[in-house]
């Protein structure tokens, strides 16, 4: 089974229907098994065998600004809530670093819009 990650491929997540919402309800162990790690320029969802099944990527604009390029989420847990998930960890890695972020992705653009309380780290 492909993760979905290719080297030098990348895919935005999207938004999915609500048959996929209802997958997700049927999968929500495959979600609550994933472990989300910080690295340099990204977050990293693996699985309980230690696979990338998911990624928040971010790299550097400059020391105080980052550009979120790229979420990522594996095919077979896209609809689960895993985007959002990336994001919140991001919004919360921003604040400690005191760092602001210009908006690539359209899924983070979205996120964003829909929590206008974490508006102060988008970079004018």
Not at 17 to 23: A, D, G, K, T
Request: one cysteine or more; aromatic letters at 10%; charged letters at 30%.
């Amino acid at each position: 089974m492909s993760s979905g990650f290719e080297k030098g491929r990348a895919l935005c997540y999207s938004f999915f229907s609500n048959s996929e919402l209802r997958r997700f309800l049927e999968k929500k162990e495959a979600f609550m098994a994933l472990r989300y790690e910080n690295e340099a320029n990204e977050i990293v969802a693996y699985d309980e065998n230690g696979v990338k099944r998911a990624c928040l990527q971010f790299p550097a604009v400059n020391d105080k600004t980052v550009d979120v390029e790229h979420t990522v989420v594996d095919e077979s847990l896209r609809g689960q809530g895993i985007g959002a998930e990336l994001l919140e960890k991001f919004v919360v890695r921003m604040r400690d670093e005191n760092k602001k972020a210009v908006l690539t992705c359209p899924f983070a653009v979205k996120w964003f819009d829909e929590h206008p309380e974490n508006g102060d780290l988008v970079a004018e």
